[in-house]
């Protein structure tokens, strides 16, 4: 063995050298090839650049797309009007030298206005993504000193040793109807209410069953309550207001005419026109009850035991006169005419009730000869004072009255809700000549609408033969006629009174 192995080294040697030279060969060339397969492998994806938004679409784009009856109506920080052709600044109904002293009362009446009407409404609530709440979004109300449950509060985040809720409020406090330990529930009668358990089902049952009471007497308000959870804040509101009293007016038991309907009336100094016009309205409706404001000079005698007949200072004026009419009627609707039309068989006042009765409208004008006199207010808000564009025609048709449209404003002759009319009226101080200007304080709390098949006569314009009459035409003419004066008043009126800068 010793023989064998002593003469054999040198070759064992020699192939162990061999193999150990042939391995680092094959290493070396298997190390290029890797090299050459990792250099031909696609490159890592590199962070894509920041992607450029898009532009807003320009203005003439956007006017293009929100204009009405041409009007932009977008919101903007200054609206304007264009008056070259027609139109008025308000403002130009006071004096240079008076004008600063009357924008620091507009200004100051305008704030008083908007702390009464709780303007400017608070901003949108915006709900943050992902929130792990369930809460009411819209339409919680609550009298006020009154409690309500808070609908829907409901916690789904994730798993935690410890839940901890908080509600929040600046004008209530809140309570539970859930009976558990003050450990459990903190905060109770308070603005601030903390729940914090381990048991998740415990606290949803605990939020189901959450109470707001409001705590000031506020004629109309909105809380924001607050409901957090460690990082995360939800927010809705709870509107605190009074129920307006209903007004009812008993229509009878058989729902007559004469129940439902009065006619109302102003005239002046036209006491043959006011006589030809109840005589046209007796052959037709003898038995409606006829209220008439009168500021002529010399009272008349109407030997009708359905007519109202009210004496006023002479001249007292146009809408004075409507006030005191209309403040006298005690039916449900009142039927305003002026005292030189004439009723027809056209003239039909049940179809005028039947569009009240079925319908959300406050005012309904038929037409004069034809003529509705439709007319679209269309309002743009501004700091300075809002713009006023008006504009011919109506905005769509009436629901379920196929003849009939839904408009800003009516011819003279109009069917309504008794008090709603009361709650605009009629400025007193337009005097001789008015009739937008009631529609105009309307804006926003009157819905009107126009139904043209219902069709009052007008009265001839002819010389009066009588010298009497003539005299009394003559001087009605002179107080209907619009000065100069007149219509500067009603500029600063609509300027002061409406916070308006402008109209076209």
Not at 341 to 363: G, S
């Amino acid at each position: 063995m010793t023989l064998l192995y002593s003469s054999g080294f040198p070759w064992l040697f020699r192939m162990s050298v061999f193999l150990s030279g042939a391995g680092v060969v094959l290493f070396l060339l298997r190390g290029m090839d890797l090299h050459e397969e990792f250099s031909r492998h696609p490159e890592l994806p590199r962070p894509a650049q920041a992607a450029r938004m898009p532009k807003l679409l320009p203005e003439k784009h956007l006017r293009h797309l929100f204009t009405y009856d041409g009007v932009w109506l977008f919101p903007k920080n200054q609206c304007q009007c264009e008056t070259k052709h027609q139109g008025y600044r308000f403002q130009d109904g006071y004096g240079p030298t008076d004008l600063p002293a009357v924008k620091a009362r507009r200004q100051a009446e305008f704030a008083h206005f908007q702390r009464r009407e709780g303007l400017p409404r608070p901003p949108p609530l915006l709900a943050p993504p992902n929130l792990p709440f369930g809460y009411p979004v819209h339409g919680v109300e609550v009298m006020p000193l009154h409690t309500v449950p808070l609908p829907g509060l409901q916690f789904d985040g994730p798993n935690a040793t410890i839940y901890e809720v908080a509600l929040t409020a600046s004008l209530g406090t809140f309570h539970t109807l859930v009976d558990i330990p003050d450990s459990v529930v903190q905060g109770r009668g308070q603005k601030r209410l903390t729940i914090s358990t381990r048991d998740r089902k415990l606290l949803n049952f605990i939020l189901q069953h959450v109470t707001y009471t409001s705590t000031v007497y506020q004629r109309h308000k909105v809380d924001v309550v607050s409901l957090e959870s460690k990082s995360s804040v939800a927010k809705f509101p709870v509107t605190i207001r009074h129920p307006v009293l209903p007004k009812l007016y008993d229509p009878g038991p058989e729902r007559k005419l004469r129940d439902l309907v009065t006619i109302a009336t102003k005239t002046f100094l036209r006491p043959h026109k006011l006589m030809a016009m109840l005589r046209s309205l007796r052959e037709y409706y003898p038995d409606l009850t006829v209220i008439v404001a009168d500021d002529s000079k010399e009272p008349l005698k109407i030997n009708d035991s359905r007519v109202e007949y009210y004496i006023m200072p002479f001249g007292k004026g146009w809408f004075a006169g409507r006030n005191l009419a209309i403040s006298q009627v005690t039916t449900k609707y009142v039927l305003w005419v002026d005292d030189d039309f004439l009723f027809n068989n056209k003239t039909k006042i049940e179809m005028l009730v039947d569009v009240l009765e079925k319908t959300e409208l406050d005012v309904v004008g038929g037409s004069v000869l034809g003529n509705t006199f439709q007319f679209k207010l269309l309002l743009e808000q501004s700091e300075d004072g809002d713009c006023l564009h008006r504009r011919v025609g109506s905005f769509r048709p009436l629901d379920g009255f196929p003849n009939c449209v839904v408009t800003s404003g009516v011819v003279n002759f109009f069917l309504a809700h008794t008090d709603q009319l009361l709650r605009v009226g009629f400025d007193p101080r337009l005097r001789r000549v008015a009739h937008s200007e009631f529609f105009i304080d309307g804006l926003g709390s009157l819905l009107v609408g126009s139904c043209p098949d219902v069709i009052i006569g007008h009265q001839a314009h002819v010389s009066e033969k009588d010298p009497k009459l003539a005299n009394l035409e003559k001087t009605y003419s002179k107080y209907r006629t619009n000065t100069n004066a007149q219509i500067q008043f009603k500029l600063a009126l609509h300027y002061f009174k409406n916070h308006l800068q402008c109209s076209t």
